[in-house]
């Protein structure tokens, strides 16, 4: 059964900084492809980082989070990692966590992990 499990999400100030996690099973992780989308209310999901299989040595990133944001993959621990830093009151969003294969058709997703960045 596949799984994405976030974690990490939660209230903090503009400024502040949280590191947002994803545990994945089910699928042989390293060879797909990580993603970070976030949605905020009355908005369309985006992307905010992508990390290549399988070692993470291509990564995308949204112009809105560049220099703040940093992804990064674990293949030993079936994780991905979001650290983000300077957060603003923008950043407020649900973020869900997702796979998609490098080859072949599978994409996944969590249940996601909601961020609030506020004063």
């Known amino acids: 059964q596949v799984q994405l499990v976030e974690s990490g999400g939660g209230a903090v100030q503009p400024g502040g900084s949280l590191r947002l996690s994803c545990v994945a099973s089910?699928?042989?992780?390293?060879?797909?492809?990580m993603h970070w989308y976030r949605q905020a209310p009355g908005k369309e999901r985006e992307l905010v980082a992508r990390?290549?299989?399988?070692?993470?040595?291509?990564?995308l990133y949204a112009d809105s989070v560049k220099g703040r944001f940093t992804i990064s993959r674990v293949n030993a621990n079936n994780t991905v990692f979001l650290a983000m830093n300077n957060l603003k009151p923008d950043d407020t969003a649900v973020y869900y966590c997702?796979?998609?294969?490098?080859?072949?058709?599978?994409?996944?997703w969590g249940e996601g992990t909601p961020v609030t960045v506020s004063s």
């Open positions: 997702n796979a998609k294969a490098t080859v072949g058709q599978g994409d996944y």
């Open positions: 089910g699928f042989t992780f390293r060879t797909y492809a």
């Open positions: 990390i290549s299989s399988p070692e993470g040595t291509s990564i």
